[in-house]
Structures are given as structure tokens and as C-alpha cells.
């Protein structure tokens, strides 16, 4: 079964071509980093014009490269929520045209459930019921993960992403966007114990988690220590807050849950200390770890195309009055979990 993926839910334009919910026969991604660099994030006016410059060639190189024509798909899934509005709309719109003009079915994906279910994707063999961590620019949740259509929220950030976190303090000092890959580099060869950064509920009972208060923080390191300030130890020591609060919450869910893997996905899972610690943990618990490739793991749209054939098996379609929402309607906090913590 040959499904069509389609991500437009921010600044990347992403379609892909998957076959049975597990084989990428395609994907490509056209980022947007160098429209919005200036702006130092995501500015939605420019996302969804760009969307809407990009979609038509996206489309056509990944049906290309997956050597399969518009007539040949089983299916089209698409992210409906949540997003920008002005950037679902752009993917929305393309896969009902396609949809309604070869007779296929149309699917609607929440891109939060496939982020989860891209660590599947990327190791067919993990084991039912996971943990995942859904961490980017725009989230920082933790799911417990049931099967593809089945997960429950068991915590998620009440101010900023992770990666928003990381955005905010590399405009702080200037250095560009997105700032999480520019930070993670610097903090290479430099000293994480150096800066003394906060750890946001580190210790409080739930697994919610809170970054606005390291932005400030930062700042008031940066105006402190002005000139004599040492970008790779400031850049390791900010990083080693994020990863060690993140990491902290989430292996406590692992074991609240008594979980037998983990998934991290989301562009901030492509941090290299995240990862290395991850896996340092998992390791010790005897756990499996699925850190999808970056490919799969930011924006993409075979992990869309990947959920959407679960979906379709499930008997799902979406109606043609199909229509972008902005927030994610999968919340719904376990609160059962709340006791177990
Ligand atoms: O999933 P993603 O591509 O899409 C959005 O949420 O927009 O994630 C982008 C986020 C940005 O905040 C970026 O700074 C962060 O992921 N990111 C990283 C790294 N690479 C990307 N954060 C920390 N370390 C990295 N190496
Ligand atoms: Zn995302």
C-alpha cells in the first residue's frame, strides 16, 4: 500500500512516499532556514508563502524519486493539526486537490502522533507500551505510547519548547537560527559546569517541563560577564540544563511506566549530548532506544505518510471540509499516570 505524506505544519516543506506504513520510499524536505535566519524564528506570514512556492516541486521529486506516479498511491495523509494555520492550509489544500483528482483516499494526521510513531518507523521491532518524547521547536512532550493510534499525554512544557529554549539564547548572543544546531556545536569543547544555569522543575512531581526562566537566566549571565564571557563553555553549560532536565523527566516516566523502549524524536533530538546520554541511560536500564535518523526525526513527511497507513487501516478518512487547526486536539493529560509518579 503506497501512501503520500504530506508536512507543512511550519517552516519546512516536506512530502514523502512510504510503502505499508514502514518502507521510506522517499522523502524530501525543502527547509526555509535561510527566509527566516534574519528573524531569528519562524516567521508565519513568509512559512506559508513559501509553502505554497515550494509544495508543487516537493510533491513531484519525492513521487519521482519513489518511481511511483500520482495514479499509483493508495492513499494521501496529510498534517491537519497542530501548526501554523497559514502553513497546514498550504499542505491541506494540495492533498485534497490530489486526493479528490485521482480518487484517493484523503487522511488526516496529527503531527504530534507521527513524530511518536517516527521512532517506529525508524526500528520496526520496538516494543508496545513506550515511552516517547516529542522535543522541537515548537514541543517538548512526553507520550505514553500504547500502539501507532494509541498514546496518552503524560507531561508537556508550560511556557517554551526545549528547542525554543536553545532558539531564544542563540539570538541572545546573536549567533543565528536556528540556534540549537549552532549551540550544540560550540558546546563541543566546552566546560557544561563552567555557567550555572537553572533547572526548571527538575524536582517537581509531575513531568511538565519549563524553559522560559533559562532565557533570563542567560541573560543575566551574558550581562555579567560581558567580554570575558566564553561561548563554548556558556553554550555546553546551557545545553547541559536542557538535557539534563529533559532527560530526568523522561526516564522517570520510563520507569513510572515500566517501559521496555524509548523514543526521541523531534529536531532537538538531534543533539548529540542528548543522545549520547540517552543512550547512556537507556543502556543501563537495559532499555531500547530509537532515535530516528534527522531525516525522520525534525519535519518530515514519511513519518506522516508512515502514521497515515495505520490510519487508513483503521478505516479512517478525512471529509473534504478538511481544514487546518492551529493547537492539537490528542491532550487530555493521564491523569491516572499522575499518581503512579
Ligand atoms: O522538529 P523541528 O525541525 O521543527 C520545529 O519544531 O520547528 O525542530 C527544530 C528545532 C529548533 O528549535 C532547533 O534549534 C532544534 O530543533 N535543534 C536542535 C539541534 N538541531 C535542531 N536543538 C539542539 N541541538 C541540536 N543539535
Ligand atoms: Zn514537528
Not at 115 to 127: I, N, T
Not at 157 to 183: H, N, R, S, W, Y
Not at 284 to 308: E, Q, T, Y
Request: charged content about 20%; aromatic content about 6%.
Amino acid at each position: 500500500m503506497l501512501l503520500l505524506g504530506i508536512d507543512t505544519s511550519c517552516d519546512d516543506t516536506s512530502c514523502a512516499v512510504v510503502a505499508d506504513g514502514q518502507t521510506v520510499l522517499s522523502n524530501v524536505i525543502s527547509s526555509q532556514n535561510e527566509y527566516h535566519g534574519q528573524f531569528g524564528g519562524v516567521v508565519p506570514e513568509i512559512a506559508s508563502r513559501r509553502h505554497v512556492v515550494s509544495i508543487e516541486a516537493v510533491l513531484r521529486e519525492a513521487l519521482d524519486r519513489a518511481g511511483c506516479s500520482r495514479g499509483e498511491l493508495d492513499g494521501v495523509a496529510v498534517t491537519s493539526c497542530p501548526g501554523l494555520i497559514g502553513s497546514l492550509v498550504v499542505g491541506i489544500a494540495a492533498a485534497k486537490s490530489l486526493a479528490w483528482a485521482y480518487r484517493k483516499p484523503l487522511v488526516e494526521v496529527n503531527h504530534l502522533q507521527a513524530h511518536v510513531y517516527s521512532g517506529r518507523l525508524a526500528a520496526p521491532e520496538l516494543p508496545y507500551p513506550h515511552i516517547a518524547l516529542v522535543v522541537s521547536g515548537g514541543h517538548t512532550i512526553i507520550y505514553l505510547v500504547r500502539g501507532p493510534l494509541e498514546m496518552e499525554m503524560l507531561g508537556t512544557t508550560v511556557d517554551d519548547a526545549a528547542g525554543e529554549a536553545f532558539d531564544k539564547v542563540a539570538k541572545l548572543l546573536g549567533l543565528g537560527f536556528p540556534g540549537g544546531p549552532i549551540l550544540s556545536r560550540l558546546a563541543a569543547d566546552g566546560d557544561p559546569q563552567r555557567y550555572e544555569l537553572p533547572r526548571p522543575l527538575l524536582h517537581s512531581k509531575d513531568l511538565d517541563f519549563s524553559f522560559s526562566g533559562l532565557k533570563s537566566a542567560a541573560r543575566r549571565i551574558q550581562e555579567e560577564e560581558g567580554e570575558r564571557l566564553n561561548l563554548h563553555d556558556f553554550a555546553a553549560s546551557v545545553q547541559e540544563a536542557i538535557v539534563e532536565v529533559l532527560l530526568a523527566k523522561t526516564f522517570r516516566a520510563v520507569e513510572a511506566a515500566r517501559a521496555q523502549a524509548l523514543v526521541i524524536a523531534g529536531g532537538v533530538a538531534a543533539n548529540p549530548r542528548l543522545r549520547t546520554l540517552a543512550q547512556q541511560k537507556s543502556d543501563r536500564r537495559g532499555i531500547m532506544l530509537s532515535v530516528p535518523p534527522m531525516s525522520l526525526c525534525a519535519d518530515n513527511g514519511a513519518m506522516i505518510a508512515g502514521l497515515g497507513y495505520h490510519l487508513l487501516l483503521a478505516g479512517q478518512r478525512a471529509e473534504w471540509s478538511l481544514n487546518g487547526q492551529p493547537t492539537e486536539y490528542l491532550s487530555g493529560k493521564g491523569e491516572a499516570w499522575k499518581a503512579a509518579l
